[in-house]
Antibody, heavy 125, light 107 residues
Framework: EVQVVESGGDLVQPGESLRLSCEAS????????MTWVRQIPGKGLEWVAN????????NYVDSVKGRFTISRDNVKNSVYLQMTSLRVEDTAVYFC??????????????????WGQGTLVTVSS | AIQMTQSPSSLSASVGDRVTITCRAS??????LAWYQQKPGTAPKHLIF???ILQSGVPLRFSGSGSGTDFTLTISSLQPEDFATYYC?????????FGQGTKVEIK
């Protein structure tokens, strides 16, 4: 059974750092891109970052570039989101998702097919 | 970043109704669009990719269409379990961007 479980959410003050973890099981972890998506409670979804299978490629939304770092450990079947210089506007539930990229001809399509339950990050003084 | 605009923001419908949600991209994204369903307190669920291909296990009453800048998600006969919020997501380029969501409520 495929499972994705996030952890590490907490209440922190502005300017502080936090590391989120996402542990996966039930599939060949090093064959998949992994993605972080966040959601301010009661609001919409925001794509945050993703990382390729061997960790050599990362992409970020502009609002977190230079502050957040996505990484992975394929031995521990885990993906991480290191968040620094946290801001009040980073307060959200952070979801981790597997990306079963679908390839057709020369195009690649994201498919976030398995998600964790989310972990809440609250940034407040 | 590409902006994704969904309409309507919310709608009220009855069981059995045909429901259509639209998503417009701020630039041509070919067919690189996905749809997700989210129920309160749960993670999103993937419904459709490549604008019109149904993810495995998704009921056939769901369908997607469109290319370029204009896309639609249609539920042919709304069921009780379909009351949720629906999001489009472009995967044409980075950063990926979601629409603001469309909440489907019970009339």
């Amino acid at each position: 059974e495929v499972q994705v479980v996030e952890s590490g959410g907490d209440l922190v003050q502005p300017g502080e750092s936090l590391r989120l973890s996402c542990e996966a099981s039930g599939f060949t972890f090093n064959s998949f891109w992994m993605t972080w998506v966040r959601q301010i409670p009661g609001k919409g979804l925001e794509w945050v970052a993703n990382i390729n299978q061997d960790g050599s490629v990362q992409n970020y939304v502009d609002s977190v570039k230079g502050r957040f770092t996505i990484s992975r450990d394929n031995v521990k079947n885990s993906v991480y989101l290191q968040m620094t210089s946290l801001r009040v506007e980073d307060t959200a539930v952070y979801f981790c998702a597997r990306d079963s990229t679908y390839r057709e001809n020369s195009r690649y399509y994201d498919r976030f097919d398995f998600w964790g339950q989310g972990t809440l990050v609250t940034v407040s003084s | 970043a590409i902006q994704m605009t969904q309409s309507p923001s919310s709608l009220s419908a009855s069981v059995g109704d045909r429901v259509t949600i639209t998503c417009r991209a701020s630039q041509d994204i070919r067919n690189e669009l996905a749809w997700y369903q989210q129920k309160p307190g749960t993670a999103p669920k993937h419904l459709i990719f490549a604008a019109s291909i149904l993810q495995s296990g998704v009921p056939l009453r769901f369908s997607g269409s469109g290319s370029g800048t204009d896309f639609t998600l249609t539920i042919s006969s709304l069921q009780p379990e379909d009351f949720a919020t629906y999001y489009c997501l472009q995967d044409y380029n980075y950063p990926r961007t979601f629409g603001q969501g469309t909440k489907v409520e019970i009339k």
